[in-house]
Structures are given as C-alpha cells and as structure tokens.
C-alpha cells in the first residue's frame, strides 16, 4: 500500500506527458502554462534587437509572446493615458528616466522574484515532458546601488522601490570633423575649454556680408540644437552650481543679490550664449542656421555635442567623414560631471500579467543581455562591470567612462515644460538690453522666474 501512494505521489508531483500540452495536467497547472500576450510600447530603443531577445524568452517560455510596438515620442502621453483610461494598455512600456515620477502611479514597483513555468525533457530516452517552475529574482535595491552606475540608483528607487531597469544609458561627448581641424592647422583636439573657444574661432568662416558658412561648433541658442538642454545644465553644474537639492530647485539661488555678471551662474549662461553673440570672440552659430546634427553631417560644423546614439546617423549620412569622438571637456578634472540620458523598462500597473511582465523586463536587462543589446545599438552599458571592456573601444570609450559620473538633476513630473521654459530662458537671454545696468537687471529675472516655473514642477 505505502508502495502504491508512493508512485501515485510521484505521478502527481511531475505529470509527465508525451507532448507540450494541458492533457492530465491540475488547473493550477493548466494555468501556470496558458498563453499570455505582453504588449511592449517602446520609442526609441532598438525594436530589431528587442525582437531577437523576445524570441529568445519565448524559446525558454513557449506560452508567452512579446509584442513590441514603437510609439511616436510625441504621442506616447496621450496614447499611454487613453489606453489605461481604457484598460487597454501595454504592459511594459519603455521610458525615459526623467518620466519615472511623472508615471509612478501608473507602475508597478518589481517584485524580489518571479515564478515561471515551463516544460522540460525528464527522459531524453522516452522524451516524457515535467513541468518544471524557476525561481527569478531581480535586482535589489543594495544591487542596483553596488552594480549600476551611481545615476540609475537614484533614478529608479523611488519609495525604496524599483520602477525600471535600463538596458543602456548614454552620456554627453563632442564629436569633430578631423579634416575640418587639420585644414584650420590644428593639430590636437582641444583639452581644456579655453583652447577649445581658441579653435572654434579659427574654424568658423564668414562670408563677405557676415554670414557663417562654417561654424566652429554649434552651441548658444536652443531651438536649433539638439541637446540644448543638456548642454546648457552641463555648463551650469561644470560651473559649481547645484541645479537641485532634493525637490528645491536652486540653479538661481542668491542671484537676486547679485551685483555684477560675475556670479557662477551668469558666468555659466554668458559663457553658452556667448557662442551666439555676434559681438563675442566665440560667436560661430545663431538661430538662422538649421539643425545642428544636419549642418555637422554637412561638414559645416567642426565640433558637435551629442550622444552615442548620433554615431550610426553620423557614420550612415556621411560615411566618408573622418570622424573623431572626444569627452565633455571639464571645468574641473577633480570633479568631473556629466548628463545621464537613458530609457528604462517598465511594468504598468493594470498589466493582467505581472509576473511575467516583470520576468521578461528581468530577461532582457540581465547583464548578459544588456551586454548583447548595447554592442548592437552603440551605447554604454549601465553597469559597472562592463564599462572597462566598453572602454577600450576608441569611439564608445568616451560615452561609456562618463557614464560612471553623468546624473540627471531634474527629478520632477514635468520633464517637457521644462525643457520649454529652459527654451524660452535661453531665448531672452540673447535679446539685447539698453545698457549693462538693465541687461544685468533683465537676466536676472529671467533666470529667477525660470527657476520658479521649474520649482512649480517638482
């Protein structure tokens, strides 16, 4: 009799079959192995790679498919608000980092693990199939902070949870038209921003009626510049300024008192637009001139600021430029600082199928995978044990050793009016003033009333 139970028991425990399928399975095991649909919204990560590693997933979990769709940055709000007001929205949606407290309410925080069921080979002999359930854990708070470069931590913890995991994370650097350099006779990159306004003035061209026709480097306005915003919160913190202290917004802080131009952040400002400012030694751009990722691939600008991702757009629309990469130059080598732009994989909180929502997000940023997906996408690895290997590529290199300092300093819940308001800040600051006293007056109280609009965010 013992004999007999102990059999049934063993049947019981491992319901082996002849083939993928439900027949003489429990309902709890039916369950664990039903079809399941994950709906993925992504913008800009690369849906080809994306698509190679859903396939692997469902190879290990037949019974779930990924369905990835790209949405249209400038639709991805009102697309991501009517779909849960619909109950028909994705289940994992793909973010940028600075979106994480905008979208809190709407995510669900990661679990310590997740349950995944699958069929295996008990006998290669008789090929009898057992349901086997793995156990998968994600990353902890301790190893977010201990494995990820220090921005990510700080990014997608909020209320001791985790929102996201990044599979990349990008970082500003200069990229240079080699023989733009060597026909202005300059031999060497520049090291310090001093020599770099020294070129910029040699590599900028006029035309008789004083037209640019070449510009040294496309830096000073905002609307014709990609990384507007970035670039100008870099000159801001390179300057010393902290641009945010918990949920205070303090770029301004004291400026009311100030008394002459001579202030880190008027320096910081006055040093951006000066690049723009006829009058100035620096001047080679305005807001004439088109977009400045499309006039470097022209050859019509020798130095230009972006992201690793403008590499392939670079190297694809002007394959016979000598192109050269080279790190933000710093204001002060002991500090160095830099700005963190990256997306980050999310699970939302309607989803129906949250275990393996967050199982996947857990799959494809594993570092195996995040390893994978950034050699083939041209991007910095966000953790820290890659970045040495990353490092010794000449053009990733750059991007990737900043990432172990770059940072985002808005942590707010409206991340595009202030992108505007820093738009409209930079625009103001260009316009003239009857005199020094009333320019000194005037860009004051832009800059104050412009932190004021961001405080009104956070």
Known sequence: MFKK????????????????????LSTTQQASLKPIKLIYWTIYDDVDELRVLATEYSQRYPNVTIDIRQVNYNEFDNLFTNALADDVGPDIVSQHAT???KNQTRLLPAPAGTQM??????????????????????????????????TVANDVILDNKIYGLPLSLDTL???????????????????????????VKKLTKFNSVGDIVQAGTALGTYNNIN????????????????????????????????????TPILSALDFYTDFARPTK????????????????????????????????????????MNLRVMPILQLNQESPSNIANYWVESVVVKTKYPNEAWDFV????????????????????PLRAQIATQQKDENLGPFATQALFAENWYRGKDIDTVKSTFANMITELLKPAVNDNDLLKKDKAIIINTAARVQQTM
Do not use: H
Request: overall charge positive; charged content about 20%.
């Open 227 to 262: 990384a507007a915003f970035d670039i100008t919160s870099l000159f801001i913190i390179q300057s010393g300024i902290k641009m945010s202290i918990g949920n205070s917004i303090t770029f301004a802080s004291g400026l009311d008192k100030a008394q002459s131009r001579n």
């Open 99 to 101: 979106w994480l407290r």
């Open 362 to 381: 857990r799959f494809i940023s594993s570092p195996e995978n995040v390893a994978k997906y950034t050699a083939k996408v041209f991007s910095p690895s």
């Open 173 to 199: 650097a200069i990229f240079y038209n080699q023989d733009l350099l060597d026909r202005a006779g300059i031999a060497e990159a520049p090291k310090d921003w001093a020599t770099f306004i020294s070129d």
């Open 281 to 320: 030694e620096a001047y080679s751009w305005n807001e004439k001139k088109p977009a400045d990722l499309d006039e470097f691939i022209r050859g019509k600008v020798a130095f230009y600021f972006g992201y690793s991702y403008d590499y392939k757009t670079i190297k694809n629309r002007a394959p016979q």
């Open 5 to 24: 139970t102990l059999i049934i028991s063993i049947i019981s425990i491992f319901f082996l079959t002849t083939g993928f399928g439900c027949k003489g």
């Open 117 to 150: 069921s699958r069929m295996v080979i008990a006998d290669n002999f008789s090929k009898d199939q057992q349901i086997v359930t793995d156990t998968n854990l994600l990353p902890t708070i301790n190893s977010i902070s201990k494995d990820y470069v220090k």
